[in-house]
């Protein structure tokens, strides 16, 4: 199984404040993906890449930007966080076939 | 866009009962794959299923396509199986799943 790995887990930040999500693969996936969960919902995808350079925008991606400097690692941008972007955030890779999840970053903005 | 339904939101059993968890979905789904996420926020994938049936252990998926549907049948339930239960679908074989709500098991003792 693929091995992806999240950091921080756990991290408070202030409104207003610049926060980065950090994700990184091991597996040699091309495509990796932002989702993020909020209590009581399914995942919504908030960016997504098919490769070093590439980001494309999910179905939330507004107050988001992300960033894939290299085929292991891809972040989320939050450069002015809000108190509505308290939740849960989920990494993934995958290429055609299934997608393989890290173990979640809570983020709560106060 | 694409939506995908599931059922029970939430479901309730007995320490050996069965479950069916069941999700439906608006588009075909060239890729549909079903999750188990742990009380602690962990996702595990369980099965990627696009069409036809996979077994492993008491668990058993089935996608029927043309029907636009998928089911997760789950047998002789133990505490251990609790969690959410989510479908995920991508209809156009491209990179992106789109989930369903899940369903919420609680397996007593």
């Known amino acids: 199984e693929a091995a992806v790995t999240q950091s921080p887990r756990n991290k408070v930040a202030v409104t207003g404040g610049k926060v980065t999500l950090s994700c990184n693969q091991t597996?040699?996936?091309?495509?990796m993906y932002w989702y993020r969960q909020d209590t009581g919902h399914g995942l919504r995808l908030i960016h997504y890449s098919y490769g070093a350079g590439s980001t494309e925008k999910g179905d939330i991606p507004d107050g988001y930007k992300a960033s894939r400097p290299s085929q292991e690692n891809f972040s989320l941008i939050l450069e002015l966080a809000t108190p509505s972007q308290t939740s849960v955030y989920f990494c993934?890779?995958?290429?055609?076939?299934?997608?393989?999840f890290g173990p979640g970053t809570r983020l709560t903005v106060l | 866009g694409q939506q995908v339904q599931q059922s029970p939101a939430s479901l309730v059993l007995q320490e050996g009962e069965n479950a069916e968890l069941q999700c439906n979905f608006s588009s075909t789904a060239t890729r549909l794959q079903w999750f188990y996420q742990h009380p602690g926020g962990r996702l595990v994938s369980l099965f990627y299923n696009p069409s036809g049936t996979k077994h492993t252990g008491r668990l058993t998926s089935t996608t029927v396509t043309n029907e636009r549907r998928s089911s997760l049948h789950i047998s002789s339930s133990q505490t251990t199986d609790s969690g959410t239960y989510f479908c995920?679908?991508?209809?156009?074989?491209?990179?992106?799943?789109?989930f369903g709500g899940g369903t919420r098991l609680t397996v007593r003792p």
């Open positions: 995920a679908i991508d209809n156009n074989a491209g990179a992106k799943l789109t």
């Open positions: 597996n040699n996936h091309n495509n």
């Open positions: 993934a890779s995958g290429d055609a076939g299934e997608q393989y």
